[in-house]
């Protein structure tokens, strides 16, 4: 049976993770445990997290209210109605505007059904996502974290969560994906709880963002830069990294208001 997440397990993976593995304890400890980062299944969310691929989630939301307005609704119906032009036309690519499309004529062709996919286990349900023009494993991964609330599933490429790997063990270069993968399969079966560990994490810290890439360029977009400066060095080793309890309570209020910075590689 495949492990969902809900409040109480979300509870129990942060609570193993804590025991585990002393950095993301640490994280827990400054910033709280995350909130349940989640989406609704189905098509709306697909094509927000399309659009979100390469780009901000802010520019990514822009664009999904742009195809709002033109199709009066997000559905399968009314978006393989319109022609790419017409999607084009309200700002997407043509590369965004051929695989929403695509997508949406598969469903109403009866080709995929998104709902199908709760059925099936994460290997499974991956393949057949990825079976889908503009769905990448990055793209695939993120659908099944957040819209169907797998457990143990690792968003490989995600540039945040690169970013805040190397910040949280405190490495001197960027990780590579072998040495991303080790780390990340000593979290199993909460690989998706410590993605949400180490996102609450990255929005939490105030950093300098430097530009990062783990791959082919080509391949990645880059963290937003920060304006606010990085702390200068670690924190003394006498002074506790537990905050107040208003001071987690406020970093945990901020945090979940905020989404993780998802759609930030290709695919």
């Given amino acids: ?41 189905g ?4 094509v927000q997290i399309i659009l979100e691929q390469q780009i901000s989630l ?22 393989a109605a319109l022609a790419e032009s017409d999607l084009r036309s309200a700002g ?12 949406a004529v598969a469903i109403v062709a009866g080709e995929f059904d998104p709902s199908g996919l709760t059925e099936m286990d994460d290997e ?3 393949i057949e996502l990825i079976k889908l023009r503009g769905v990448g494993a990055w793209t695939a991964d993120i659908y ?9 599933i ?4 995600d540039l945040a969560l690169v970013a805040a790997i190397r910040e949280v063990k405190r490495m001197r270069s960027i990780p590579n994906l072998d040495r991303i993968g080790g780390i990340t399969r000593a979290w199993s079966p909460w690989r998706a709880v410590a993605a949400r560990v180490l996102w609450h994490h990255y929005l939490s810290t105030p950093r300098a963002r430097v530009r990062i890439s783990v791959a082919k360029p080509s391949s990645r ?35 979940a208001a905020r989404t993780p910075r998802g759609g930030r590689r290709r695919g």
Wanted: aromatic content about 4%; hydrophobic content about 35%; charged content about 25%.
């Fill in 43 to 46: 098509f709306e969310t697909l």
């Fill in 92 to 103: 997407l690519t043509r590369q965004k505007s051929s695989y929403i499309r695509g997508l």
């Fill in 1 to 41: 049976m495949t492990l969902q997440l809900t409040t109480e397990t979300l509870a129990e993976g942060v609570a193993e993770l804590a025991r585990r593995d002393p950095h993301l304890a640490a994280v827990v400890a400054r910033h709280g445990a995350p909130p349940l980062w989640d989406r609704p299944p």
């Fill in 58 to 79: 802010s520019a990514g939301r822009a664009a999904y209210g742009r195809l709002e307005r033109l199709a009066g609704a997000v559905t399968p119906e009314r978006v």
């Fill in 221 to 255: 977009r880059t963290p937003v830069p920060s304006r606010r400066r990085a702390p200068k060095g670690p924190q003394p080793a006498g002074r506790s990294t537990q905050p107040s309890r208003a001071k987690a309570a406020a970093a945990s209020s901020r945090s």
């Fill in 124 to 126: 499974s349900a991956r």
């Fill in 144 to 152: 099944l974290l957040m819209a169907l609330g797998r457990a143990d």
């Fill in 154 to 157: 690792w968003p490989s490429g």
